[in-house]
Every structure is written in structure tokens, then in C-alpha cells.
């Protein structure tokens, strides 16, 4: 599949991650083969989901799983639940996800999965019975040695909790290996709600340098879910000053600074952030173009984009959601010299503490949060050192160095 020249779809997520890999080969001088094969996932599995609702009518969802790449280990990825969740979305994922595995250097694969719903529209046992029912269409293509699930966008512990009994009924799995992110009674890791958060600090952290920033930098958050509610937090307490915050309906901005904590829990009180006490109400798209040291990209893909990169202010883009920028617009950055910590680096530390949870429950074991973190902290700052060493060499961004090592070990697992 020769994507090359395949002008940008800001609709087809999977066909900017395409791009990307093509123009990462093109750097590092890669076969043309590796492509190709990342071209294909090896299973799209799509399925109807009949859910009695509570007024006792029945209502059928669309649910998905797509198997994308298991040549280093078993699937790997999340389920989210998500009124504009489809096939290609989640097939996107699932690519990023196999690119993020590699990258960490962990031995999982990627994969994803979906469904079609807005669960804020559907009461706790509908949301616990639509749970169950993923699994009971899904349960014969999941497994610890097969595909590992994990939470995503809507998806939470306790949705794990419900999935992972589900699988168990189904199948009588007694290593409770299968689903990740699950609450710490039910087998999950310690540390694997801050992850993601936290993992994109530590890559932050071991590159402020060479990117040229201190502590006290300035930081912006488009996305007030786990991640970017944890990443704020972990930020602030860090000594830097979190100056704007959005969540899917509104977005706040102090120059002087924003209490992410007191933000929070205005917003659960409200429902939104709009009104905060001291800040101005700003909108999602304003939030991307204000002055700040770091812009953190932490909602949905297809943010920074041809028609926005060239106003975007920021001295570095960390990527914590799941591609944000599209191809297009890493070339603006690029020439603007702003650097951006890619997401298949910048987000992985919730896959890679999700693996640790797989080993954990495969051994019987449960790691302190302490040796977590260690883990969780030695295989990023390796990671991240190694990426931008390989961009530096190659005159070239963080994404393409990133996609370059993802591709070359990739490359070496499908030649074994």
C-alpha cells in the first residue's frame, strides 16, 4: 500500500498513523516490506451487542476489536466507549498500539477495542451489562497468551472488573491475566491509575534539558479525563505552573496559575469547568494556541492540524493522547522548531504498567508501588534518551526517531 503521496484526512485517523510510518522509513532508509505489513492488522472483528435496557426494551450496539500486529506478543490495547467510535478509529489505535509495545521495548503486541455509545446516556446496570456483553461476543478471540484489553476513553476500573468476571464465567481462566486495569482488589497494579500521567512526566523530565526548559515552565492541558486530570497534578507538584485546563465542554486560563485539584473538583460539582473561580473561560481551540512552555494534547486525535500549527505558540508538544497532531502538522512544527514528544513515547507509560499488571497476575505475584515506579521510570528514560538520540543523528523529529526503533524491532520479530 503505497501511502506516500495520500493527501491528509483528518477523518481517517488511520491513514495519518500510515503517513507517519511512511515518512519515518524514508529517514531511516527502512524496507518497504515493514510498511506493508503494519498496512494490514492480521484480524478486524466487528460484532452486534444486545443489551436489555432497564425499561426492558432491547437495544443492539456495535462493538469492535481490532487484532493488529502480535509478532511481539500477545495483543495489547484498550476499549473505549465512545459515541463517535467506528472501525477506523479504533483500527488507528490499534496501530498506535503496536508502535507503542515496541517502543517500550515490552513483549505485547497491539490491539484495540470499541464501542459505539455514549455511556453517560445509559444507567450502571445497562453500562455493566453492555460490559458483559463485549466480552460474551468477544471472549473466544481474548485471552492472557492471545489479547490482553485494557480501560480506554469512558472504560474504568470497575468495567474491568465486570469484564474479567465475564471472561472468567465464560471460559473458567483462573489467572485473571486477560483484562488489565482493573481495581487493586481484583488483581490490578499498583500505580496503573497514574501511569499514563505520570509516564508522561518522566519522558518530560529526562528531556527538559536538551528541549531547554526548568522547572517553573508553563503548561497547558487540552483534556480533563484521567490522564490529563493525574498529568496536572503530577506537573504542579513537580513545580511547574499549570496555566490552562479543558475538558470536552469548556477550558480555563491564568497566566498566574491554575489549583488543578480545586479545578477538578469544581468540575464534578458543575459538570464543566466553565465559570472557575479566578481564571477566563476559554474554548478548546484557544487553549491549543495560547503562549505557553508546554502545550499537553491530553483529549482526542486530529487536534494540532494543518490549519492550527502555524499559530501554535508553544515551545514543546507533549503528546499525551493518542495522535493529536496529524502529518501535516508535525512538518509545520518542525520547521518552527517545536519540538513534540510523540505519543507512542509520551503516553505509553499506561501500557507499559498494564504489562507489568499481566505478568503479575500470570505469576501470582504483587508489586509495591515503589518497584512500579522504578520499572515504570527505567524503561522511559532509556526509551526516551534513545529516541531523541536517533532523531538528533538523523536531523529529524522525535516521532520519526520513534517510529524508526518501533520499525526496525518490529522488522526484527517478523524475520524470527
Known amino acids: 500500500m503505497d501511502i506516500t503521496n495520500t493527501p491528509e484526512h483528518k477523518t481517517d485517523p488511520f491513514t495519518n498513523a500510515l503517513a507517519q510510518l511512511a515518512r519515518a522509513r524514508t529517514a531511516g532508509n527502512l524496507k518497504s516490506d515493514i510498511i506493508e505489513r503494519m498496512s494490514f492488522p492480521e484480524r478486524e472483528i466487528r460484532v452486534s451487542i444486545p443489551v436489555k435496557m432497564d425499561d426492558g426494551t432491547i437495544k443492539i450496539f ?18 473505549r466507549f465512545h459515541p463517535q467510535t467506528d472501525i477506523n478509529e479504533v483500527k488507528s489505535l490499534a496501530l498506535w498500539m503496536t508502535l507503542k509495545t515496541a517502543v517500550a521495548n515490552i513483549p505485547m503486541g497491539g490491539g484495540k477495542g470499541g464501542i459505539t455509545v455514549d455511556p453517560k446516556s ?26 490482553v484489553p485494557a480501560p480506554d476513553v469512558n472504560t474504568t476500573p470497575e468495567i474491568m472488573s465486570w469484564m474479567a468476571d465475564e471472561y472468567a464465567t465464560l471460559t473458567g481462566d483462573t489467572t485473571n491475566a486477560t483484562f488489565t486495569g482493573k481495581p487493586l482488589e481484583k488483581g490490578g497494579s ?24 526548568e522547572i517553573g515552565a508553563r503548561i497547558a492541558i487540552q483534556g480533563m ?15 511547574y505552573k499549570v496555566i490552562a485546563l479543558s475538558d470536552s465542554k469548556s477550558g480555563i486560563y491564568n497566566s498566574e496559575g491554575i489549583d488543578s485539584k480545586a479545578a477538578e473538583k469544581y468540575k464534578k460539582a458543575h459538570g464543566s469547568l466553565k465559570g472557575f473561580p479566578g481564571a477566563k473561560d476559554i474554548t478548546n481551540a484557544e487553549l491549543l494556541l495560547l503562549e505557553t512552555d508546554v502545550l499537553i494534547p491530553a483529549a482526542l486525535e486530529n487536534q494540532i492540524t494543518e490549519e492550527n500549527a502555524g499559530q501554535i505558540k508553544a515551545k514543546v508538544v507533549l503528546e499525551l493522547a493518542n495522535g493529536p497532531t496529524t502529518p501535516s502538522a ?11 514528544i510523540p505519543d507512542i513515547l509520551a503516553n505509553s507509560g499506561g501500557v507499559i504498567v498494564s504489562s507489568f499488571e499481566w505478568k503479575q497476575n500470570l505469576t501470582n505475584e504483587h508489586w509495591s508501588e515503589t518497584v512500579v515506579r522504578e520499572r515504570l521510570k527505567e524503561i522511559l528514560e532509556r526509551e526516551a534518551r534513545e529516541i531523541w538520540k536517533r532523531a538528533s543523528y538523523l ?19 517478523l524475520h524470527l
Open 62 to 79: 456495535e462493538g469492535y476489536r481490532v487484532q493488529h500486529s502480535s509478532a511481539r506478543g500477545p495483543y495489547k490495547g484498550g476499549i
Open 122 to 147: 445509559l444507567s450502571r446496570d445497562e453500562l455493566e451489562r453492555l460490559s458483559r456483553g463485549w466480552v460474551k461476543a468477544l471472549y473466544r478471540d481474548l485471552g492472557p497468551k492471545i489479547d
Open 190 to 213: 499498583e500505580g496503573r491509575d497514574k501511569a499514563t500521567g505520570l509516564g508522561g512526566f518522566m519522558v518530560f523530565n529526562v528531556l527538559k534539558d536538551v528541549l531547554g526548559l
Open 225 to 239: 479525563g484521567n490522564v490529563g486530570s493525574f498529568a496536572a497534578h503530577i506537573f504542579a507538584e513537580q513545580g
Open 330 to 340: 508535525d512538518d509545520i512544527l518542525f520547521k518552527k522548531n517545536i519540538p513534540v
Open 395 to 413: 536531523a529529524t523529529d522525535m516521532r520519526r526517531g520513534a517510529c524508526i526503533i518501533a520499525l526496525k524491532r518490529l522488522s526484527a520479530a
